[in-house]
C-alpha cells in the first residue's frame, strides 16, 4: 500500500448525511429544492447527529443526468441559488458543527461544456476520446467540425474525459498513454477543481464513478495510480479534506489514495453483493442481471448476515486501518430501505445494525423517517436507467410536513421536480419530531450512542458470536449488540452476564439465553 498522510482524524467519527439538493429543501416554491432550503434546515441535521453531508452534484448542467453531466465546474447551478449562498451554506454548516463534502463528477463532462465544444471542432484536442474515422462500438458521431466519433463515460451526453489507456493498440490509434498531453491536462484540471471549492470551505469530495477514469484497465492500477497522486498533492496542499470514492471496492481504492469507499449495489468480484446481502429484497432499483438473493433484512428470515460478514471482513483486512469502509442506508441510484414488502416495523432494526456496525455510516436523506421508494414513477433527468432500474423512486422530496413541501406541490406539474409520495400513511419530519417513540427519535439515540461511546464507533473492535437469527456481536470487547431481522422470534444460548440495556425493544436476555422478539433489537453494556 502506497504510504499517504493518515486520515483526518474527524473522519473516523463521522456520520454522513447525503442530500440530493433538487428534493431536500424547497426555499422559494418553484418546485426545485435549493441551498437556502438546506441552509435553514441545518437545525434538524443537528439535532439528529449528523456532522458530515455529501451533496449530489450541484454545479452548472443542463441536467440531462440530475447534475451529473457538468458543464461548468466551477459555479453553481442557477436552480439551486447563487455562488454566494452555497458559501453561506458551507459557513452556517460550519456553526453547527457540519461539514460539507461535494460531488466531484472526474471521468466525464456534459456535452455543453466548453471543454467538449472546443474538442469537437480541433481535431488537436485530446481532452476526450476521439476514434478520428467511422464510429466503433460505443463511441457516438461527433456533434462539431471533428470528423470521426467520441467515446461517452455514461449516458451519451456525457462524453469521457480522457485519462489515457492503460494499453495502446496500433488497430484503436485513439488510445493515448496515461502521460499524453490530453490526460495529463485532466489531473491538473481535477487538482485545479478541487483546490477551487476546498478553499472556499468545503471539506472533502465524494468522487462518482471513481473507477472509470482510465479505459481498458482490468486491474484498476492505473486509475489507482492517478488516485494516488492526487492523494499526495491533497495531503501536502488540504491535510485535513478527505477523498470518498464511488467504487464500491475498498480493498482497491483506499490502497489507491481514497480516505473511505462506501459498499455500494455494485463494484468488486461479487458485484455489490455486500451491500445487496443486506438490504435489496428484490423490488425497487434492480439490475436485471443481479442474480437473485436472500437479503439478511427479510421478514421470513431466508437471508443471513455472512455475505456481509465475510466481504466487509476481506475489505477490512485489505484496508488495514489506513482509511474507511462506509455503509450507506441507501443513494439516489438504489432503493431505499423502505421498499416494496418491507414495513416501518422493519427499519428500526436495519438502524440499529446500521449504527452499531465498524463501518462509517452514511444516512440517505428521509430514511431517518421511514421515507418510502415509490415505484412507478417517470423518467425525470435521466432516473431510468432499465425496465427495473428506475432511481426516481429514491428521488422524491424531503417530506417535512404538509405546509413545508407546499413549495413542491404548489408548482406548476411541470416544474415539479418529483412528485409527493403518494403513501396515505406517510411519515413526515414534523410528526417524527413530537413523538417520542417514532423512528427519528431512535436513530437520533443511536447517533448520540455511536458517537458518544468509543466502542462502537469505527475503530471499535468487532467479535461476531452468532452468525444467525439474532444476529449477535460484541462491540469493544463490552458492548453486546442483538439483531434480529426476521419476524419470527429467535433465540441463542449465551451465558448468563450482567448487562446494562442502552437502546433495547424486544431484546431480554434471560438465565442462559438471547431471545429476540420479531424485528428487535438491543445494545447492552455488558463490561461490568
Not at 461539514?99 to 474538442?119: E, I, K, N, Q, Y
Not at 429467535?490 to 442462559?512: K, N, Q, R, T
Request: hydrophobic fraction near 35%; glycine fraction near 10%; charged fraction near 20%.
Amino acid at each position: 500500500m502506497t504510504s499517504f498522510r493518515p486520515a483526518p482524524a474527524w473522519l473516523a467519527d463521522a456520520v454522513f448525511y447525503q442530500i440530493y439538493p433538487q428534493s431536500f429543501a424547497d426555499s422559494g416554491g418553484d418546485g426545485i429544492g435549493d441551498f437556502n432550503g438546506i441552509t435553514e434546515h441545518l437545525d434538524h441535521l443537528a439535532w439528529l447527529g449528523v456532522n458530515t453531508v455529501w451533496l449530489n452534484p450541484c454545479f452548472v448542467s443542463p441536467f440531462r443526468d440530475a447534475g451529473y453531466d457538468v458543464s461548468d465546474y466551477l459555479n453553481v447551478a442557477p436552480r439551486y441559488g447563487s455562488n454566494d449562498e452555497f458559501a453561506k451554506l458551507v459557513d452556517e454548516a460550519r456553526r453547527h458543527r457540519i461539514r460539507v463534502l461535494l460531488d466531484l463528477v472526474a471521468g466525464h463532462t456534459s456535452d455543453a461544456h466548453p471543454w467538449f465544444t472546443a474538442s469537437a471542432n480541433d481535431p488537436d484536442d485530446h481532452r476526450y476520446i476521439w476514434a478520428p474515422e467511422g464510429r466503433p462500438d460505443g463511441f457516438v458521431p461527433s456533434p462539431g467540425t471533428r470528423p470521426g466519433a467520441y467515446l461517452p463515460n455514461f449516458f451519451d451526453s456525457q462524453p469521457a474525459l480522457n485519462f489515457g489507456y492503460a494499453h495502446e493498440s496500433p488497430a484503436e490509434p485513439w488510445r493515448r498513454p496515461v502521460d499524453a498531453e490530453g490526460p495529463r491536462a485532466n489531473r491538473e484540471a481535477l487538482r485545479s477543481i478541487m483546490d477551487h471549492w476546498l478553499r472556499l470551505g468545503v471539506s472533502g469530495f465524494r468522487v462518482d464513478m471513481a473507477s472509470s477514469l482510465v479505459k481498458d484497465d482490468p486491474d484498476r492500477s492505473e486509475t489507482a495510480r492517478i488516485w494516488s497522486e492526487l492523494r499526495h498533492w491533497l495531503d501536502t496542499a488540504h491535510p485535513e479534506a478527505v477523498l470518498l470514492s464511488e467504487w464500491g471496492e475498498p480493498e482497491v481504492s483506499v490502497p489507491a489514495g481514497f480516505h473511505a469507499d462506501f459498499f455500494l449495489q455494485f463494484g468488486g468480484p461479487t458485484d455489490g453483493l455486500a451491500l445487496r446481502s443486506l438490504w435489496s429484497n428484490g423490488e425497487g432499483t434492480v439490475d436485471e442481471n443481479w442474480a437473485p438473493l436472500d437479503c439478511f433484512f427479510d421478514p421470513g428470515g431466508r437471508g443471513s448476515p455472512r455475505p456481509f460478514v465475510e466481504a466487509w471482513q476481506r475489505a477490512s483486512t485489505a484496508v488495514g486501518g489506513k482509511g474507511f469502509i462506509s455503509l450507506p442506508t441507501a443513494n439516489h441510484d438504489f432503493s431505499r430501505l423502505n421498499c416494496g414488502p418491507r414495513t416501518a416495523e422493519q427499519l428500526p432494526v436495519a438502524f440499529a445494525f446500521q449504527l452499531t456496525w465498524p463501518t462509517l455510516p452514511a444516512i440517505y436523506y428521509g430514511d431517518e423517517i421511514g421515507m418510502r421508494y415509490i415505484d412507478g414513477l417517470p423518467d425525470k433527468e435521466g432516473s431510468v436507467l432499465g425496465p427495473r432500474y428506475n432511481r426516481a423512486g429514491s428521488r422524491t422530496p424531503m417530506q417535512w410536513d404538509d405546509t413545508e413541501n407546499a413549495g413542491f406541490s404548489s408548482a406548476p406539474a411541470d416544474d415539479l421536480y418529483l412528485p409527493l409520495d403518494p403513501d396515505p400513511d406517510r411519515p413526515t419530519v414534523a410528526a417524527q419530531r413530537a413523538d417520542e417513540a417514532s423512528l427519528l427519535h431512535l436513530v437520533r439515540r443511536l447517533v448520540r450512542l455511536r458517537t458518544t461511546t468509543p466502542e462502537l464507533g469505527s475503530g471499535g473492535s468487532v467479535e461476531v458470536l452468532h452468525m444467525g437469527c439474532p444476529f449477535v456481536y460484541l462491540r469493544g470487547g463490552r458492548y453486546l449488540v442483538v439483531i434480529n431481522p426476521q419476524r419470527d422470534e429467535a433465540s441463542w444460548a449465551y451465558g448468563s452476564a450482567v448487562a446494562d440495556p442502552l437502546e433495547v425493544s424486544g431484546v431480554e436476555l434471560g438465565g442462559d439465553r438471547i431471545t429476540a422478539r420479531g424485528f428487535g433489537y438491543g445494545i447492552f453494556d455488558v463490561g461490568h
